[in-house]
């Protein structure tokens, strides 16, 4: 098989399990959406809506975030790992929208990344799932993925992520990084053993 048959392949199968595939993170805004995302890092996604909640209900503004001390913020976040850097970094993101933005989330990368804990991932997540611009985040789940399936030969993320945008129309770029995700999740876990991941198994096949 072709790497475009083998990604053909894959969008149908992962279309077939996941036909809506909702954001994983609550959130009401691309304010609430930015801060999910970046509480995700080294947490579950579970973790984080698990947190958010109370956050959002007395920060859910920059402009209530930025008066809210460090403590305050590390308080409401403590149970997800990295709380003392993330409730930082919250702080100074909220402070730097007021001073730079308004207070509105801003529309590009270059912006986006300049914010305290707002890295590439986060920053693509907002731009396709906050703002509707095509993206193709890329996480360590989809690397892996992408690896085991055989659509990037990539060293880490940043190449796998212009691999995907390669192999994969525009249109889906938005929907499909979910999709993959939902699909890690449930049948090829990283910690797993992958025994479920009907779809490595489906291409091995293929290419016998």
């Given at each position: 098989m072709t790497k475009k048959q083998r990604a053909e392949l894959i969008q149908t199968e992962l279309e077939k399990l996941y036909p809506e595939a909702p954001i994983p993170l609550d959130h009401v805004d691309a304010y609430t959406?930015?801060?999910?995302?970046?509480?995700?890092?080294?947490?579950?996604?579970?973790?984080?809506?698990?947190?958010?909640?109370k956050l959002f209900e007395v920060a859910g503004t920059p402009e209530k975030m930025a008066q809210l001390e460090v403590d305050e913020i590390r308080e409401l976040i403590k149970e997800i790992g990295l709380s003392n850097t993330k409730a930082k970094n919250l702080k100074r993101m909220a402070e730097l929208l007021l001073e730079r933005h308004n207070g509105v989330v801003p529309q590009t990368y270059e912006e986006l990344e300049a914010l305290p804990g707002v890295g590439h991932k986060t920053a693509s997540v907002v731009m396709s799932q906050g703002f509707g611009y095509p993206a193709f985040p890329v996480d360590t789940h989809i690397h892996r993925l992408m690896t085991q399936w055989q659509l990037t030969s990539g060293k880490n993320v940043v190449e796998t992520e212009k691999d995907a945008k390669k192999i994969f129309p525009e249109s889906v770029w938005n929907k499909l990084h979910l999709q993959i995700i939902f699909y890690g999740r449930e049948y090829s876990p990283a910690r797993g053993k992958g025994d479920k991941d009907f779809i490595t198994k489906m291409l091995s096949e293929k290419n016998k």
């Open positions: 959406l930015m801060v999910a995302v970046a509480l995700s890092a080294q947490t579950t996604d579970k973790k984080v809506n698990q947190v958010t909640p």
